[in-house]
Structure formats: structure tokens, C-alpha cells
T-cell receptor, first 112, second 116 residues
Framework: GNSVTQMEGPVTLSEEAFLTINCTYT??????LFWYVQYPGEGLQLLLK?????DKGSNKGFEATYRKETTSFHLEKGSVQVSDSAVYFC???????????FGIGTKLQVIP | EAGVTQFPSHSVIEKGQTVTLRCDPI?????LYWYRRVMGKEIKFLLH????????ESGMPNNRFLAERTGGTYSTLKVQPAELEDSGVYFC??????????????FGEGSRLTVL
């Protein structure tokens, strides 16, 4: 079956530091890949996505590239802000009416 | 436009009691999903409605869980009787018709269930 593996964290960074959150996956077929983010007191929201190999998803300064050869979709940001403090979930979907499969979530805390 | 709303935000019950969680999806969204996150674990799929029909309920843990979506609008998830391992955060998500194969979901804030 499908699965997503990501670092559990928590990850604590100083403001303006570089962020990488690793994500690898196992899936049948050619899944679409996602990063969802949950800010404190809010529901999950889609941060970015990529639907095929070598696609790069980007939003709010975050980027992730769909790497089929390494089955990875690592999330990066060059300079984090305090407002980026949240839980980040890597996820995949195999299309059709397939359920979305989530990773465990990585809590990020950015300190001033 | 109102987002996905869930009620209650937090429920604390004794083992053996019954709890009903409610989800109001974004107006007009045909697809409605329930997910659950047990502490320290992944967010796990429970089931998927398309309008009032259950499209996929393969993630429902056992027959103590009952989900309904009468009229294809709001949905309820009842746990009866509740057990300790049912504790967690129950997320509802919705999406418009045609989005079911995209993986893009609009989530509510979740209902935290604590079973003592």
C-alpha cells in the first residue's frame, strides 16, 4: 500500500535560517505529491503540490521537487520566519477516488 | 465563503459513552471525508462520501463507528461505545465535484476527542 515517511521533529530554527523537511514515499502508479500545513488553531491547508516527476511545487517561499528516482518530495525554504511555525504534513494521492495518504507531520518552531 | 466547520472542538467522555461529531462542509462540495490523527501517528483516512453515498469506508476502524451524511450536506460521525484508543483528533475535509482524484482537500480545524 501507499505510505509517506517524514521526519517527526520537532524542528527548531532561528529566524532567517534555511529549512529542509525530508519526505519519502512508497506508492503504486504515479502519485501526486503534496505538502499540507497546519498553523496553530487552524485546519490543514494545502501549501503546494506536484503532479508528475521533476515538477516543482512552490508557494509562500516554500519549494519541493518531485523526485521519482529517489521517491522523495523534500520541503525547503531559504529563510524561515516566525510566522512559519506550524506542523507540516507530506502527503500523496494515487488518483481516482484514492484516499490521500499522510505522513506523521513535522512540527516546526521558528524563534526570533 | 465559510470554510469547513466542525463541532465540538473538544470532547472529553468516559469509556463506554457515546459521542457524535459533526462536520459542515463548504457549501456545494460533493465530496466529504473523515480522517483521524492519533497522537504521534499519521493522519489516517476513515471514509469518503460523495453527496449522501459512502464512496469508500475502508478506513473505519470497527462497527463502533457510524458515519452519516443525510441529504448530502452535513455529516456526523458517531462513536458508540467509545474506547480509550479512540482518542485523537478527528478531521473533516471536503472538496468540490471533480476534485476527488486531485488529492486537494479543504480541512476543518478538527474535533479533539479524549476518552478517559
Amino acid at each position: 500500500g501507499n505510505s509517506v515517511t517524514q521526519m517527526e521533529g520537532p524542528v527548531t530554527l532561528s529566524e532567517e535560517a534555511f529549512l529542509t523537511i525530508n519526505c519519502t514515499y512508497t506508492a503504486t502508479g504515479y502519485p501526486s505529491l503534496f505538502w499540507y500545513v497546519q498553523y496553530p488553531g487552524e485546519g490543514l491547508q494545502l501549501l503546494l503540490k506536484a503532479t508528475k516527476a521533476d515538477d516543482k511545487g512552490s508557494n509562500k517561499g516554500f519549494e519541493a521537487t518531485y523526485r521519482k528516482e529517489t521517491t522523495s518530495f523534500h520541503l525547503e525554504k531559504g529563510s524561515v520566519q516566525v510566522s512559519d511555525s506550524a506542523v507540516y504534513f507530506c502527503a500523496l494521492n494515487s488518483g481516482g477516488y484514492q484516499k490521500v495518504t499522510f505522513g506523521i507531520g513535522t512540527k516546526l518552531q521558528v524563534i526570533p | 465563503e465559510a470554510g469547513v466547520t466542525q463541532f465540538p472542538s473538544h470532547s472529553v467522555i468516559e469509556k463506554g459513552q457515546t459521542v457524535t461529531l459533526r462536520c459542515d462542509p463548504i457549501s456545494g462540495h460533493d465530496n466529504l471525508y473523515w480522517y483521524r490523527r492519533v497522537m504521534g501517528k499519521e493522519i489516517k483516512f476513515l471514509l469518503h462520501f460523495v453527496k449522501e453515498s459512502k464512496q469508500d469506508e475502508s478506513g473505519m476502524p470497527n462497527n463502533r463507528f457510524l458515519a452519516e451524511r443525510t441529504g448530502g450536506t452535513y455529516s456526523t460521525l458517531k462513536v458508540q461505545p467509545a474506547e480509550l484508543e479512540d482518542s485523537g483528533v478527528y478531521f473533516c475535509a471536503s472538496s468540490p465535484r471533480g476534485y476527488a482524484n486531485t488529492g486537494e482537500l479543504f480541512f476543518g480545524e478538527g474535533s479533539r476527542l479524549t476518552v478517559l
